[in-house]
């Protein structure tokens, strides 16, 4: 089967990484390169910053784009960014690549949802390989992304991050106080918050636990840096469902951008 290189390039909130990737066997294909997501994150800024990170990568390329991006997109647009910048709400994928010359006659960019992307990377090529079923790829970040896949076939947008979840408080007769599952239990709060593994880990089981009963899926992946120190905190999962660490680490992003823009219906 012919290489078919695709530049993929994954938004994030403090980086924007970038690669070519083989998406025949989900290996990069050339260098990979990070730069600071801009302090001002305004259309313009992150088109030019998107400029310098596919000259550094991809120069000359003027093939298939796919961009990652933290936030819901539908279409070709962006519908929220909550962790990112509002003014990028209606952003496209043209847009964010317009300071880059591409060919008028490749493929239009193609934009997902940055925990979408991952998670197809994990199911193609990564953690997720071998499970079949529903699978919950669970990203653990600034925020925290959900990849709801189905015998390898996408949901987009879940979200998950959002649901609300009843925060375990000091007495079981007291109402509970319901916060966002990404406000709990995110990469970031554990950072934030200076939160212990086990501590953080039990309200990880509470997001997960949650997600268990309303979906009830095979296996969850946990992507994000903290999924690199799941034996620290898996002694405080009780779910009954599996969990596993991503194998496809920073590169997931990257990687499920270039394979989700060369499957794109054209
Ligand atoms: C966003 C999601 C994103 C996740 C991880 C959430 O706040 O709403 O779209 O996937 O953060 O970046």
Do not use: C
């Not at 050339?30 to 600071?36: A, N, T, Y």
């Not at 949901?155 to 509970?176: C, D, F, Y």
């Not at 620290?232 to 999962?237: T, V």
Request: charged share 15%; net charge negative; proline share 6%.
């Amino acid at each position: 089967m012919a290489v078919q290189t695709v530049l993929g390039i994954d938004i994030g909130g403090s980086g924007i990484k970038g690669a070519l990737v083989d998406v025949t066997t989900g290996d990069l294909a050339g260098p990979r390169e990070v730069i600071p997501t801009p302090s001002q994150p305004t259309s313009l800024n992150m088109a030019r910053a998107l400029a310098t990170l596919t000259q550094k990568v991809a120069s000359g390329f003027t093939g298939s784009v796919g961009i990652a991006f933290p936030g819901v997109v539908k279409g070709d647009a962006v519908m929220t960014a909550a962790n990112l910048a509002p003014d990028l709400v209606g952003v496209t994928a043209r847009e964010l690549l317009s300071e880059v010359p591409l060919d008028p006659t490749a493929p239009a960019p193609v934009l997902v949802n940055d925990a979408d992307a991952a998670g197809m990377a994990e199911v193609r090529f990564g953690a997720a390989k071998s499970y079949h079923g529903l699978v919950l790829v669970v990203t653990l970040g600034t925020g925290i992304g959900t990849a709801l896949i189905h015998h390898g076939v996408l949901v987009p947008n879940s979200e998950l991050g959002h649901l609300k979840v009843a925060r375990p408080g000091p007495a079981q007769t007291e109402e509970p106080e319901w916060i966002e599952a990404e406000h709990l239990a995110a990469g970031r709060v554990r950072r934030e918050e200076s939160l212990n593994w086990d501590v953080w880990g039990s309200r990880l089981n509470t997001v997960l636990a949650e997600y268990e009963a309303l979906l009830a899926p095979v296996v969850f992946i946990l992507g994000g840096a903290v999924s690199q120190n799941l034996d620290l905190y898996e002694a405080e999962l009780s779910i009954h469902t599996p969990v596993v660490a991503a194998a496809m680490g920073n590169d997931a992003g990257i990687v499920g951008a270039a394979l989700m823009a060369s499957e794109a219906p054209s």
